[in-house]
T-cell receptor, first 112, second 112 residues
């Protein structure tokens, strides 16, 4: 079945530095790739998403890139701030199904 | 605010008891999803509804679990004869105008 691998599991950066989280999916039919931020005790919050017909998408300090050939997609956060500290999840879904398959998460810590 | 509310936010129960959780999306969300999230993991798909019809169920949804969406608005998830392994965060999500899924705050279940 569909599987999503996510790396690294933890990431510590200094405030102002960039952070990159990478995911790999297994099913080439996957066509939608969202990223979620989850803070302690809260539900996942959608921060950015990308569809398979687009290679890159940017929203202020965050960007997502997709390499369909390699079945890789990545989240890039620039100019990190302490409030970016949270657990980040990548996910994928297959065309004609809606269920999201999540990665195992990356705990990002941004030190002031 | 994602427009998805869940009740209760926390539930502690004894093994063998039945529990029921409720999810309320805003009215124009015709697709509603349930996921389960255990500590340190990403959410795992359980089931989803298109209006009142339950369209897909995961193998994770044993016969002790039942979900309903009687009028195509709110949904309930019931777990009968709870086991310690049922302890998790139960998340409800609603589909936006594209492929986006917006999550509620979750119900954290602890089975003693």
């Amino acid at each position: 079945g569909e599987n999503v691998e996510q790396h690294p599991s933890t990431l510590s950066v200094q405030e102002g530095d960039s952070a990159v989280i990478k995911c790999t999916y297994s099913d080439s039919a996957s066509n939608y790739f969202p990223w979620y931020k989850q803070e302690l005790g809260k539900g996942p919050q959608l921060i950015i998403d990308i569809r398979s017909n687009v290679g890159e998408k940017k929203d202020q300090r965050i960007a997502v890139t997709l390499n369909k050939t390699a079945k890789h997609f990545s989240l890039h956060i620039t100019e990190t701030q302490p409030e970016d500290s949270a657990v980040y999840f990548c996910a994928s879904s297959l065309y004609n199904t809606d269920k999201l398959i999540f990665g195992t998460g990356t705990r990002l810590q941004v030190f002031p | 605010d994602t427009g998805v509310s869940q009740d209760p936010r926390h539930k502690i129960t004894k093994r063998g008891q039945n529990v029921t959780f409720r999810c309320d999306p805003i009215s124009e969300h015709n697709r509603l999803y349930w996921y389960r999230q255990t500590l340190g993991q990403g959410p795992e798909f359980l089931t989803y509804f298109q209006n009142e019809a339950q369209l897909e169920k995961s193998r994770l949804l044993s016969d002790r679990f039942s979900a309903e969406r009687p009028k195509g608005s709110f949904s309930t998830l019931e777990i009968q004869r709870t086991e310690q392994g049922d302890s998790a965060m139960y998340l409800c999500a609603a589909k936006g105008p594209g492929n986006e899924q917006f999550f509620g705050p979750g119900t954290r279940l602890t089975v003693l």
